[in-house]
């Protein structure tokens, strides 16, 4: 049996004869820490750059507290370079660009998707990276989704991203079938905050026959709860449903094995843990077993066999599998980034960072439980119910934080003391340490400033 983040956290503290709560916790984690030397790869925010104000308190240290990799990850240093590479290409040689230097612009993103591919479990020719999220979700979506009489809805999650169930949404009327009926929502049971894979299991076996399509995501965005994606596509092929996966939060962030998994189709956006910058090239994924049966709905000249791609014959020799999904000529300048990151983690393997990952996210759980577990003796003092399942199993790196008082003037003073992380009014925060570029000692100061800004917004139960 591994040792468990809290029996972690005991240990050093009795070695190092200190508080488990003692700073020197988190920098003794962090001299252990094998992959601490990833955080250099990345620009880190400064807090007088971050705060709305330029009172820091937080001992002093410059960079910020940077705890919000779910919504944004952090710009790797490399990608400036690569961008003005291409931009400097650009000026030089115009059009020739296309087909020389480093980085063909014709298919500059081929090398990529078989180190996004490594990320996500899939083999290199299941994987595209092309478009936004969105809108790869849609085009997977108006393949995979064929509704019959009997088979028609699509089942998702109750509080699924607002732009899933949208798309899910206009799918459905784009079919001209009834909205209400033909979504199927699943949600946690009464008084609980998550959903429990048994019942999904459960309303896949039990209205299986009616589902055309599983659509959910890896990563609840809010809850951060992990679905168990293999038991969820076992089942719902098990009563002959197509079953995909929306991982925006999930890629670069759990350990991922599409292929192994028989997971039809997947998608996900790469600007969250995966670093490639506001609205960088999304990805999307088809098993192998598909790539000859399912075909894109709607074609481009991108979708077209290379090799006579420029032929310009307007005869599709259609490549298969997803590539063949491919509409548009790549957006060079958003592939730059994204191999600025994909690089960095190929320094690495998402079991190295899922391991450091569940320790990092252990230690967190830890500090808060020690601070904000609901004291009865004490009802004024604010106190916090995590929202994320506390089974390492069933979660990301994330922690939603719900807490016992409005959580604005606590997230303003947070601001001030140089921690970015996310708040859903009215009580939650989000608070995502990234294997990648954050540390034991981030952690630590995350703590202590949630410490100081629940006092000065004067946060009371
Ligand atoms: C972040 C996120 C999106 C955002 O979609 P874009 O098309 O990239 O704007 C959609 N769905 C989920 C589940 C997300 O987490």
């Known amino acids: 049996m591994m040792e468990s983040a809290q029996q972690t956290v005991a240990r050093v503290s009795q ?108 083999k290199p020719e299941e994987v595209a990276l092309m478009n ?60 609980e905050d998550t959903i429990r894979t048994e019942d999904i299991v459960s309303l896949i076996e039990r209205e299986g026959d009616a589902i055309a399509l599983v659509m959910l995501s890896g990563v609840q965005y809010y809850t951060g709860q992990l679905f168990d994606m293999e ?50 090239l999304a990805g999307a994924y088809i098993h192998e077993k598909h790539a000859h049966s399912i075909k894109p709905a709607l074609t481009g000249w991108w979708g077209h066999n290379l090799k006579t791609r420029f032929l310009m014959n ?39 960072l899922r391991k450091k990952s569940l320790l990092l996210t252990g230690y967190l759980e830890y500090l808060i439980r020690h601070y904000y577990t609901k004291d009865p003796s004490d009802p004024d003092k604010p106190s916090v119910r995590i929202i994320t399942p506390s089974d390492p199993e069933q979660r990301g790196c994330q922690l939603s934080l719900c807490f016992s008082c409005p959580i604005r003037a606590v997230f303003e003073e947070l601001e001030k003391r140089g921690v970015a992380c996310d708040m859903r009014e009215p009580d939650v925060l989000r608070v995502a340490p990234v294997p990648l570029y954050n540390s034991f000692a981030d952690v630590h100061r995350f703590i202590a400033a949630l410490g100081s800004a629940l006092s000065a917004s004067g946060a009371k139960q």
């Not at 108006?142 to 999650?157: A, C, G, N, V």
């Not at 996900?268 to 490639?276: F, L, T």
């Not at 000529?329 to 393997?349: K, R």
């Open 132 to 191: 936004g999220l969105t809108v790869n979700l849609h085009l997977l979506m108006l393949s995979f989704y064929k509704p019959t009489p009997k088979r028609y809805k699509i089942l998702l999650e109750e509080k699924a991203f607002p732009s899933d169930h949208y798309a899910i949404e206009s799918q459905i009327r784009l079919r001209e079938l009834d909205v209400a009926d033909s979504m199927l929502i699943i949600k946690p049971r009464q008084g």
């Open 231 to 280: 038991a969820i596509t076992k089942a719902g092929h098990a009563k002959g449903c197509l079953v995909g996966f929306d991982c925006a939060h999930a890629v670069g962030n759990a350990e991922l094995r599409f292929h192994d998994w028989n997971v039809d189709f997947a998608c996900w956006c790469s600007y969250k843990y995966v670093n490639s910058g506001a609205g960088g």
């Open 314 to 352: 307007n005869e599709m020799d259609l490549q298969p599998g997803v590539n063949g999904f491919r509409l548009s000529n790549q957006p060079i300048l958003l592939v730059c980034p994204l191999q600025a990151s994909l690089e960095i983690f190929n320094q690495t393997s998402m079991k190295d």
């Open 15 to 122: 070695e190092l004869k200190c508080s488990p709560t003692s700073r020197r916790v988190a920098e003794h984690l962090d001299k252990q820490d094998e992959l601490r030397h990833l955080r250099q790869e990345f620009l880190i925010p400064k807090i007088s750059e971050l705060s709305t104000s330029d009172l820091s308190l937080v001992d002093g240290a410059e960079d910020c507290v940077y705890l919000a990799g779910n919504s944004l990850g952090l710009q790797p240093k490399n990608t400036k370079k690569y961008i003005d590479e291409e931009l400097e290409k650009w000026a030089k040689m115009g059009v020739h660009g296309h087909l020389k230097g480093s980085r063909p612009w014709v298919w500059a993103e081929e090398n990529l998707e078989e180190q996004m591919a490594k990320i996500v479990g899939a």
